[in-house]
C-alpha cells in the first residue's frame, strides 16, 4: 500500500481542528504547518502520534501549502483545510487508490460541499466543487498565489467520487472577519496587476452576482441558508470592487 501524507495549514484553529484531525487520523502522516496560534491549535494537533507541526509565520496561501507540501515525508499528498472534514465513503476510496500497485493518475480532483448555517449544500456550485486535493508530490505542488491558490501538476489527473465537508465558517462574525481579509487580498492583488474598479461595475455586479448565485446557480434549492449564502456572495463581490474602487480613487489624488 502506498503511503500517505496530510498536509494542512492552520491559525487559531482550536474550535474545529479537531473533527478535521478525527477523519484523517487513518493516514500514515499529518503535516501540519501552523501560522503561530495564540489557542490550544498545537496543543490539539500534537495529541495525534501521527502528526508532525511545524510552525511558520504566515507567508501568503500559496506559499504556506507549498511549504507544508515540502514537509511531506511520503510521494503522495492529501491537502486539507483546517475547516474540512474527510467522508467515510472518500477516505475508503482513497485507501482503495493507496493499494494499487500501480497508481494509474498523478492528481485527483475531490469534491468539496459546502456547510453553512448548520445545511449540507445539496445543489449549487458550492455541491461538489472539484479541486484538486490528492497528487503526487514529485509532479506536483501548490503555486505561489497568496490568494486562489491552487496545485500544479504534471501528468494524468482523474476524479474522485465521494466529498469533502466544508465547514467553511464558525459563524456569521467569522464569516465577515474571512470576508474582511479576503476583499483586501483581492484589492491588493488587483492593484499589483494595475487593474482597476469602475462605478458602473460595483453598481451592477452587486445584483448580477445575487441573480446568479441564487437562481442560475440553483441556490434557492438550499433554502435559507441558500438565500444568504448568495446574498453574502453579492455583497462580497461588490465590497472587494469598492475597496479597489477607493485604492484607484487614493492613487489618482
Same mark, same amino acid.
Given at each position: ?46 495529541? @495525534? ?10 507567508? /501568503?496561501? /500559496? ?8 514537509? +511531506? ?35 485527483? @480532483?475531490?469534491?468539496? =460541499? ?9 445543489? /449549487? +456550485?458550492?455541491?461538489? *466543487? ?18 486562489h491558490e491552487s496545485v500544479k501538476i504534471k501528468g ?16 456569521i462574525h467569522h464569516y465577515f472577519v474571512k470576508f474582511?481579509? @479576503?476583499? =483586501? ?32 446557480? /440553483? ?18 463581490? *461588490?465590497?472587494? @470592487?469598492?475597496?479597489?474602487?477607493? +485604492? ?6
Open positions: 500500500m502506498h503511503k500517505i501524507s496530510i498536509v494542512i495549514i492552520t491559525k487559531n484553529e482550536e474550535e474545529r481542528i479537531l473533527q478535521t484531525l478525527e477523519s484523517v487520523k487513518w493516514c500514515d502522516e499529518i503535516v501540519v504547518v501552523d501560522s503561530c496560534s495564540t489557542d490550544k491549535t498545537v496543543d490539539i494537533c500534537k495529541q @495525534y502520534n501521527n502528526c508532525k507541526v511545524y510552525n511558520q509565520a504566515f507567508l /501568503g496561501y /500559496g506559499e504556506q501549502k507549498q511549504l507544508a507540501v515540502g514537509k +511531506a515525508s511520503y510521494d503522495w499528498v492529501f491537502s486539507l483545510d483546517a475547516d474540512e472534514v474527510v467522508s467515510e465513503a472518500l477516505k475508503n476510496e482513497i485507501i482503495t487508490i493507496l493499494r494499487q500497485p500501480e497508481i494509474k493518475a498523478v492528481g485527483f @480532483y475531490v469534491p468539496i =460541499t459546502l456547510v453553512f448555517l448548520n445545511r449540507i449544500f445539496k445543489y /449549487g +456550485a458550492e455541491n461538489k *466543487f472539484f479541486h484538486l486535493r490528492l497528487f503526487n508530490k514529485n509532479e506536483s505542488n501548490f503555486n505561489t498565489l497568496s490568494l494524468k489527473t482523474l476524479k474522485l467520487k465521494n466529498e469533502i465537508y466544508h465547514y467553511c465558517y464558525k459563524d474582511n481579509t @479576503y476583499t =483586501t487580498l483581492y484589492k491588493n492583488a488587483s492593484l499589483k496587476k494595475g487593474k482597476r474598479a469602475s462605478r458602473l461595475e460595483t453598481i451592477l455586479l452587486f445584483p448580477w452576482e445575487f441573480i446568479r448565485q441564487y437562481f442560475i446557480r /440553483g441556490n434557492l434549492f438550499n433554502g435559507y441558508a441558500g438565500f444568504v449564502w448568495s446574498a453574502f456572495s453579492a455583497f462580497y463581490v *461588490f465590497v472587494k @470592487y469598492i475597496k479597489l474602487f477607493e +485604492a484607484n480613487l487614493k492613487n489618482n489624488s
